[in-house]
C-alpha cells in the first residue's frame, strides 16, 4: 500500500526562544517540502503521520515548551499570507 504525503499544520510556543529554536530550526529544515507560514507555524507535506512527526520534533524541544501538530486540509482553508505563502500553496494546487 502506497502512502500518498498531506500537508500537517505545525504550530508552536518555546518557553526559552533563544535556547529551542536553533534545535527545532534544523529539525525542521530535514522536511523537503515545508513552508513557514507565520513567525511559529510551518505546513508540511509528508508521508509521516502527525505521531511520527511530534515524536520527530519533540528531541527539540523543552518541557515547557508547547507543540500541535495536526493533519490539515488546504481544500477549505482561508487567510492573509504572504506573497511567498501563495506562491508555496499555489505550487500546489491550493489557493488563499
Do not use: N, Q
Request: glycine content about 4%; charged content about 35%.
Amino acid at each position: 500500500m502506497t502512502i500518498l504525503p498531506a500537508f500537517y499544520i505545525i504550530a508552536y510556543d518555546l518557553h526559552e526562544p533563544d535556547k529551542s529554536y536553533p534545535k527545532l530550526e534544523a529539525k525542521m529544515a530535514l522536511f523537503r517540502d515545508r513552508f513557514r507560514i507565520l513567525e511559529s507555524t510551518w505546513l508540511v507535506k509528508t508521508k509521516r503521520d502527525s505521531t511520527e512527526i511530534f515524536k520527530f520534533l519533540d528531541s527539540a524541544l523543552d518541557d515547557d515548551d508547547h507543540i500541535f501538530v495536526t493533519k490539515f486540509d488546504l481544500s477549505s482553508c482561508d487567510g492573509r499570507l504572504s506573497l511567498d505563502a501563495r506562491i508555496w500553496l499555489g505550487k500546489k494546487d491550493v489557493g488563499l
